[in-house]
């Protein structure tokens, strides 16, 4: 599969941007997908994710009531919603997909996921 992110920019705090993935093949709706995010001098850090069915989703405390996570699964296409950005919030972010189908997890790690888009940073000023 190819996973290509798109929507990152230059933002100032406060603001808001929507990240979109697209993913190829036909197998989409039979996968969870997730977002993680790596800043400078830190480590992948999970960030949401959604279940195949868009039945369940999870994010990380600190995005919390800002970020929203959602699928159309007819244009094989993740998106994640960023409103009340912050400084902190600035990283590159990249969307993946679990190793296996039908699989979702409240706290994943980068170990669980097998395929990874490109990344689209994302940076916000204060």
């Known amino acids: 599969v190819q996973l290509q992110a798109s929507g990152g920019g230059l933002v100032q705090a406060g603001g808001s941007l929507r990240l979109a993935c697209v993913a190829s093949?036909?197998?989409?709706?039979?996968?969870?997908m997730g977002w993680f995010r790596q800043a400078p001098g830190k480590e992948r850090e999970f960030v949401a994710m959604?279940?195949?069915?868009?039945?369940?989703?999870s994010y990380v405390d600190s995005v919390k009531g800002r970020f929203t996570i959602s699928r159309d699964n007819a244009k094989n296409t993740v998106y994640l919603e960023m409103n009340s950005l912050r400084p902190e919030d600035t990283a590159i972010y990249y969307c993946?997909?679990?190793?296996?189908?039908?699989?979702?997890?409240?706290?994943?790690?980068?170990?669980?996921?097998?395929?990874w888009g490109q990344g689209t940073l994302v940076t916000v000023s204060s």
């Open positions: 093949g036909r197998t989409f709706s039979t996968y969870g």
């Open positions: 959604i279940s195949y069915n868009s039945g369940r989703t």
């Open positions: 993946a997909r679990p190793k296996l189908q039908y699989t979702y997890y409240g706290a994943p790690t980068p170990n669980d996921f097998g395929s």
